[in-house]
């Protein structure tokens, strides 16, 4: 198996950014390229954190919600309290797992600093392309 090419990003890429570059001195433009490389990566993680965060948020919620619910469920069929007692208990440590780590928080910061970045790869495009700003 052949080993993979890495691909480069580059704000260059395209013939609409060749035509438009030429308006830019190439120290500018190597530099806004370099920029466009890094905001494209800081992209990129951002979007892989946020997705890993509201995975496990989800996980975690949906699991103390499932234990709690099997507690109410289980122990009066079974009529057994300390059943539902160590349901409930694991369900609210789980809950509070969720609630030290702040999954939510990090969600919600993720979601920004993936947008941030979005925006900033977009100016840059924007710029560099010379399409008009909508």
């Not at 890094?38 to 989800?58: G, I, P, V």
């Not at 996980?59 to 499932?66: I, R, T």
């Amino acid at each position: 198996m052949a080993p993979k090419e890495k691909t480069v990003v580059s704000l260059l890429n395209g013939p609409v950014s060749k035509n438009h570059g030429v308006k830019f001195k190439p120290e500018l433009l190597q530099r806004m390229d370099s920029l466009y490389a890094y905001y494209n990566k800081q992209w990129w993680c951002y979007r892989k954190m946020l997705n890993h965060f509201k995975f496990c948020n989800a996980l975690f919620n949906g699991l103390a919600l499932l234990l709690v619910a099997a507690g109410m469920i289980a122990g009066p069929i079974l009529q057994n309290s300390t059943l539902v007692a160590c349901l409930a208990a694991v369900g609210t440590v789980v809950k509070g797992w969720n609630d030290f780590k702040k999954y939510s928080f990090k969600v919600t910061m993720s979601r920004f600093a993936f947008t941030t970045y979005a925006k900033a790869l977009t100016e840059l495009k924007t710029d560099v392309r010379g399409l008009p700003l909508e």
